[in-house]
DNA sequence: GCGTATCGTTCACAGCTCGAATGATTCAGG
DNA sequence: CCTGAATCATTCGAGCTGTGAACGATACGC
């Protein structure tokens, strides 16, 4: 880009000039602020993540949520325990394969999934204070269009 | 933002919608393509942003260097202790501060940091492949701009 | 000078996630 | 119908990261 001279080494404003470092920084930022904020519902951002799975594509069994989120198999367990225990979601055996366990959301659960993105629209809020109402679109599309290209759609 | 009925619930749709929980995510997938590249050069991202730091800022404590990047002192003490190995920073004892260690990139750490930057770069041009050139630098606009609001500039 | 505060360092610890082992269930094929 | 291979969920042990509480050394106010 900075085609002024051509020697001039690459700094840290080479790298501060990167879509990867700034949304490496600020999705750490994202993160961290939206955990806090579900901390209070008693949840960590991966039960949100697994939450928002259920709820878009059709009930699924544990393996298949597993590599839809990029994770191990056994962290769902886990992940599940926890929400059956918050009654958000239920576990039941698939009566065709009974090897699976199928997860769907309970009414709690989707009144949980509803306080996260409430959450996260805070969060929202104060992040792109400081952007105009046509800069706040154009970022969250962009963002989107992103994740529709890289992330398991 | 959705008034059409006011009845409807919010669910996976609206949490995907935010900036924040795309900024997490995707910030989380271009962190790890980030470190896999930097892994080559026996570097994990932290590293990076420790050599950023030095470069942009001047020299500096390692407790200011512990509350820019937002982690704790004694990170900081590993991270300089690898770097240090590598050749990459120097550490001196403050003449005016005993107490004080003061770090300085190396012309070794420049040329590493300038090979994170190039790590950088690849990584964006996969990540902003689907993306216009017009559409990459408002993307890059935008990240800088909240970084520049949110971030200890 | 003497107590207090600050810096860097070490160390033990908690949190998170993975991968390998296990048991139950299904399926293909003779 | 029976047997061996494959797949699912679950448990458990291990690795990695980062933190917070000590501690010694040094600086500073009074």
Redesign the pocket.
């Known amino acids: 880009m900075s085609d002024v001279k051509g020697a001039e080494v690459k700094g840290a404003a080479a790298l501060r000039a990167t879509v990867a470092f700034n949304l490496g920084t600020l999705g750490a930022l994202a993160a961290d602020r939206f955990a806090a904020r579900v901390e209070a519902l008693g949840l ?1 951002p ?1 039960h949100a993540g697994l939450l928002a799975a259920l709820d878009a594509g059709s009930a699924a ?3 298949e949520l597993a590599s839809r989120l ?6 769902i ?2 992940l ?2 926890q929400l059956q225990e918050l009654g958000a979601v239920e ?1 039941l055996r698939d009566p065709e ?5 199928v997860l769907t959301l309970t009414a709690e659960g989707r009144s949980l999934l509803a306080r996260c993105a409430d959450a996260a629209e805070t969060v929202d809020a104060d992040l792109t204070a400081g952007l105009t109402a046509a800069q706040r679109t154009a970022l969250a599309r962009h963002l989107r269009t992103l994740g529709e290209h890289h992330l398991p759609h």
Chains 1, 2 share one sequence.
């Open positions: 960590k991966k069994s544990q393996q990029g994770v191990a198999p056994s962290l367990v886990a599940a325990d576990r394969d009974r090897r699976r366990q």
